[in-house]
């Protein structure tokens, strides 16, 4: 059956203007059922230009994002009848999609998408090229690659007992890929053995070539290599109720992120020795990191989940006053007032909610984004910078799940 594919813009529902205060910002694609699609994998060569692959059922149907403005615009490719899991792209033109029982490629930058067919195969969880030419792709039952920019494609690797989520090259001769059950290789691909100390693993991500986190499951949540994958110690153990982890980003020896089901999203600032919770503002399962330096990062997953930081996930713009539990809702009026160039705005929750508070223009016009997460009971104060606002009346409204409130401020220079 011939495959149709429709090609259109669209704009982001909610989005931030200013991400400097607000941790994880959730991105809404005004798409219909948007909630329906599963977000697989996520790619950004840049800053600005980035794609996302994922699909939906009832009616299946594949989709190909793809930005160049940092996520302000999407254009969005449809693809009936077919499953999108992992995409890698060498530059803006060229790159591969796995794409059910084949593999798709593009070298105009997915405006249009020849079908690979010189290899059936299984779909395929993780995409790596190694340069201009050399890529391997990582799935059930196989590790496949390619020579020609992934014109064409063979298998490195066939076995019946593997699953492999995903893998990272160490060296331009080593690798490791981990799943159900993990694999090494050390010379290019050419050859690849089976990895006894490390399984039941989603994720990988290396600082260095001795330097090594993979995460999975609970029990053996986060695991650390600090000699090249020969030796593994569980940083992380988790419990039985803990998340599953499925993508793990290593920024350095000190800083990495890793994000699973639930939202749930931990961050370490001293090589994995401590980690602390990262508000997500979502409880849908995340499936994919990705990151253009340690501040600038994108996450995919299901019910149509795509999340931005600019602040490596860290909230930067509020402070909790006082965590004794006040007996209402309540926003204050924005001290000072009339202000230059800056001014507090002070609120108090009841109960734990997901909080937003967010800046207009007399028009009507979102300028900033001051807090969208979940927030514990307590009293918060939020410091609002004008200084890149012409002077005039604005609003800030606070929005919970069980209350919103509005008030007017005025910025004079």
Known sequence: MKNTVFTFLVFIAVISNSFAQSGWVRYTLNIPNVSSYTFYDVQFINSNTGFIVGYKNNPQQAVFLKTTDSGINWSVSSFPLESFFSVGFIDANTGVISAGYNYRRTTNGGATWSPVTNLSSIWMAKIVFRNSTTGFAFGPSSIDYTNDAGLSWQHSFTSNKIYLNDAVFLTQNKAIAVGTNSFTTTNGGLNWAYESSLYAQYGIS??????????????????????????????????????????????????????????????????????????????????????????????????????????????TGFTQTSSEIPNKFSLSQNFPNPFNPSTRINYELPITNYVSLKVYDALGNEVETLVNENQNAGSYSVDFDASQLPSGIYFYKLFTENFSETKKMVVVK
């Open 206 to 315: 290396n600082c260095d070539s001795n330097n090594i986190l993979a995460c999975g499951s609970h029990f053996r949540c986060i695991n650390k290599s600090t000699n090249g994958g020969n030796n593994w110690t569980v940083v992380y153990p988790g419990t039985a109720s803990d998340t599953t982890f499925f993508s793990v980003k290593y920024f350095d020896v000190n800083n990495a992120i890793v994000a699973g089901s639930g939202g749930k999203i931990l961050a370490t600032s001293n090589g994995g020795i401590n980690w602390s919770q990262q508000l997500s503002g979502i409880s849908s399962t995340i499936l994919r990191m990705n990151f253009v330096n340690s501040q600038t990062g994108w996450i995919v997953g299901k019910n149509g989940v795509i999340l931005k930081t600019t602040t490596g996930g860290v909230v």
